[in-house]
């Protein structure tokens, strides 16, 4: 189940770069893009919340999950599009972190 993620990532990356090119501005607005989905993931809270008194409670957990499964996907993608191996990047963040669990 897992290589789906990975292989999604990437052909995303392709797909991206067979529609858009991959110059410099294009990987920016691909990094641009998590922050737009980060916002989205944050709107989601606030509706859970009903922070907005003129809305009142207008999303679920479950939106804010779908956001930020959004966000990490995105994010997957722009790691990608660097050129980089989203799968070692991930795996070297996580090893970094439980380090600071010990």
């Known amino acids: 189940m897992d290589d789906i993620?990975?292989?999604s990532a990437r052909r995303w990356q392709r797909f991206l770069d067979d529609?858009?090119?991959?110059?410099?501005?294009?990987i920016a607005c691909r990094i641009m893009k998590i922050t737009e989905e980060a916002g989205e993931a944050t709107?989601?809270?606030i509706g859970v919340l009903g922070q907005n008194p003129r809305k009142?409670?207008?999303?679920?957990?479950?939106?804010?999950?779908?956001?930020l499964a959004d966000v990490v996907f995105t994010a997957l993608v722009a790691i990608a599009s660097l050129g980089a191996d989203?799968?070692?990047?991930?795996?070297?963040?996580v090893t970094k972190a439980n380090g600071y669990l010990e």
């Not at 009142?56 to 956001?67: L, N, R």
């Open 19 to 26: 529609r858009n090119g991959n110059d410099p501005l294009e």
């Open 43 to 45: 709107q989601a809270w």
């Open 5 to 7: 993620i990975w292989d």
């Open 56 to 67: 009142g409670v207008t999303h679920t957990t479950d939106d804010v999950v779908g956001e």
């Open 86 to 93: 989203p799968r070692r990047a991930i795996h070297d963040v």
